[in-house]
């Protein structure tokens, strides 16, 4: 009982099953692609709104209309890069992971009970 | 008390009532531990969208983020952008894999693969510290706005307030679990919407709605130079340039750490609904924060904001609702002490609806984690684990009234960033790695969790949060007296040194050590967190 708790036993093989079906490693390859790559960029871009803030003190605070610096206008991008980002995201996965995952959990519905 | 006093206390009692009538509501159909701990994984992605709202968007943001940006200009805007931004961590990497390999806490999803009692500890400890720090800085909003509005500079009354919001919020959790959370939630995030949008709109009205207007003011009314250029607050030197940077990072990585957040995404029936939730948020929560710029450079351009004004000397947390009094027609005005009133209350039930979530997280981490699985072996049946988070919240709301009582010269945005601090150090690498790492183990898990948690809290510790601060009149600005200085750290958030440290040693651990099990289950958690195979379902009522 003990082992059990500490370290749940070895699983139900349909996993193992799964795992290796072209599907899944077509699914993880499309997460993987996607969400890595964008996660890089726009750490980038946070960060390097983050540094221009404080070692770029006259570009950001260059007047571009009014009382409008870049500095406003680089934070305000920042929302909009997030927004987009969330938007895309949402769209590739209803087109390209959805499909796959829902086909898959099907696959385990069917097999688990093997 | 006058009338004015009794609309206010009116008010506030008013939402007392509501949430109290909420929790009882949602007690009825409250009965095993998927109710208590996940609101039976039945509400929508919307709802919980709004409920996400209604958890993140606490006292440090709206009455923090504008205090700061009233009294340091565009330097408190990059709290709103780093708050924002941090979302798409959890929206890309962490909500919907989350929701498919975890239960009820974040240790879940480790315990998924690796040694359960020593990843359940680590996570549990780390969970109850950060939660507390978050409680702190909503408390410590609360007691000053009582203060504010019934006019008296009482110690005794501020205490008594944080009692008062510590005894509701064990209330909250204790008889309406997860779900009577949730409808808190849900309904101040409506509010605190309806009610921001109403002063930003009273705002810009008085600018004619000409946004490059509004900053004129606020810098000419601000009476400092580069009001609106970054570097008022941190430019300075090296060090606090540095210590913006501590803090950007901190912002950005802590949200996908915060356990009161990360647990919400168990309260809805699928992954997919999980995504939809985050999405719903990311949009309420960036309307809000857009929001806050208004609000922080009005109170620049229509208040006073220097030295010995109460916009200063409450840490810029009396901005907003001073604010809200200034665009209804001034002190001493019925539309002014109505508005000032309204918003109070809706800061009030921001306040309560926060606190209720992080009470219940961290008594469901106490339950679930340590007792059953730590002490129990999984052996305690619904019921007892259920008494024991019951208990535990009773425990946790005590220990944060009498810690939010000698904090409360902070500013509620600062304690709540060195809440992110910690998450992003102790909690996001193990989330990480435990999801992209076949390799790590639990080893590597549990130094990057003691690690990052050791670290920034220790660095605090000895940072000038704590000791040998001063303000710029020569005033102490310490948590500790004058007298006392022991502070060898230099920046004021930990984020820059302990986030990469914990990174480290969760790989250190994991390369250290051979753990094949972890491995072999690694193929069950992967496929399970990105298909939803064999994932928690919601419960039938």
Redesign the interface.
């Known amino acids: ?2 082992s059990t ?4 036993d ?3 093989p349909v ?2 099953h ?2 290796a079906t072209p599907e ?1 490693q077509e ?2 390859s499309r ?2 692609g ?2 890595f790559p ?2 890089v960029a ?2 980038i871009w ?2 390097l ?3 221009l ?3 770029a ?1 006259d570009f ?2 260059h007047r571009l ?5 870049v ?2 206008v680089f ?2 991008l ?2 909009v890069t ?2 987009l ?3 895309v ?2 769209n590739y ?1 209803n087109k390209h992971l ?1 499909p ?2 829902r086909k ?2 099907d ?3 069917s097999q ?1 009970g093997i | 008390m006058d009338g004015n006093q009794m609309l206010t206390a009116g008010l506030f009692l008013a939402v007392v009532a509501l949430t109290i009538f909420i929790t009882f509501r949602a007690s009825r159909n409250t009965s095993g531990t998927t109710d208590f701990y996940a609101g039976g994984r039945s509400f929508s992605g919307f709802q919980n969208g709004l409920a996400i709202g209604g958890d993140y968007m606490s006292a440090a943001s709206f009455l923090g983020i504008s205090g700061l940006i009233a009294l340091s200009g ?1 330097d408190g ?2 709290y ?3 708050f ?2 941090a ?3 959890a ?3 962490v909500a919907e894999v989350l929701r498919n390999s975890g239960r009820y806490t974040m240790a879940d999803q480790l315990a ?1 693969r ?4 020593p990843v359940r500890t680590a996570a549990a400890a780390s969970t109850v510290v950060v939660s507390i720090f978050y409680l702190l800085a909503q408390m410590v909003g609360a007691g000053a706005l009582v203060t504010l509005l019934l006019g008296v500079e009482s110690e005794a009354l501020k205490n008594l307030t944080i009692a008062v919001v510590g005894l509701l919020m064990i209330f909250y959790v204790t008889v309406g679990g997860m779900k009577g959370t949730t409808w808190v939630q849900i309904v101040k995030a409506v509010l605190l919407m309806i009610g921001s949008a109403l002063i930003v709109i009273l705002v810009l009205a008085q600018f004619d709605f000409n ?3 509004l ?2 003011s606020a ?1 000419a009314n601000s009476g400092k130079d ?1 009001f ?4 008022l607050k ?2 300075e030197d090296t060090t606090s ?1 540095l210590n ?2 501590s803090l ?2 901190a912002l ?1 990585l802590g949200t996908a750490g915060l356990p009161h957040i990360l647990i919400r995404f168990y309260t809805v029936p699928t992954s ?1 609904d999980a ?1 939809k939730s ?2 719903w948020a ?2 309420l929560i ?1 309307a809000f ?2 929001m806050t710029l208004v609000l922080g450079f009005g109170a620049a351009a229509l208040l006073d904001t220097g030295l010995g004004s109460d916009v200063q000397t409450s840490g810029g947390n009396l901005a907003s609702p001073l604010l809200a009094e200034e665009v209804g027609g001034g002190p001493d005005t019925v539309g002014g002490a109505v508005l000032l009133a309204v918003i109070a209350a809706v800061a009030f039930a921001t306040i309560l609806a926060v606190v209720a979530g992080l009470t219940l997280t961290s008594s469901a981490s106490v339950a679930h984690d340590l007792y059953n ?1 730590v002490f129990r ?2 052996a305690a049946s619904e019921k007892q684990e259920l008494k024991v988070a019951r208990i535990a919240a009773g425990v946790i709301g005590v220990i944060a009234i009498a810690l939010a009582i000698p904090a409360q010269k902070l500013n509620v945005a600062f304690l709540v960033a060195l809440a992110f601090a910690i998450a992003a150090s102790a909690n996001l690498p193990s989330i990480i790695y435990n999801m ?1 790492w076949r390799r790590f183990n639990t080893r590597g898990a549990v130094w990057s969790i003691y690690g990052g948690l050791i670290s920034s809290v220790g660095l605090v510790f000895f940072s000038p949060v704590v000791s040998g601060k001063l303000n710029a009149d020569g005033s102490n600005a310490a948590l500790l007296p004058k007298s006392v200085d022991f502070s060898w750290f230099p920046l004021e958030n930990p984020g820059i040194v302990s986030i990469p440290l914990a990174f480290f040693l969760g790989w250190l651990g994991t390369v250290t050590s051979r753990e094949p ?2 491995e ?2 690694y ?2 958690l ?3 967190a ?5 994932a928690e379902g919601a419960v039938q009522h």
Not at chain 1, 65 to 69: D, S
């Open positions: 009982m003990t708790h500490d370290q749940a070895r699983h139900n996993y193992d799964l795992h899944f699914l993880r997460y993987r996607f969400v964008a996660t726009f750490l946070y960060l709104y983050v540094v803030s404080m070692w003190h950001m605070s209309v009014g009382n409008i610096n500095a406003l934070g305000i920042q929302f997030t927004f980002i969330a938007w995201y949402s996965s959805d796959l995952a898959l959990n696959d385990y519905e688990r | 565009y805007f990059l709103s952008i780093g924002l931004v979302w798409l961590v929206l890309l990497l998924y690796m040694r359960q009692r946004l490059s207007d900053l004129g810098a580069g609106l250029d970054p570097g941190y430019g340039k913006f940077v950007g990072l950005v997919r995504r985050v999405l990311i949009g960036g924060y857009l699985s072996k999984g992209f099990a972890a072999e289950r193929t069950e992967e496929v399970r990105l298909t939803g195979a064999g």
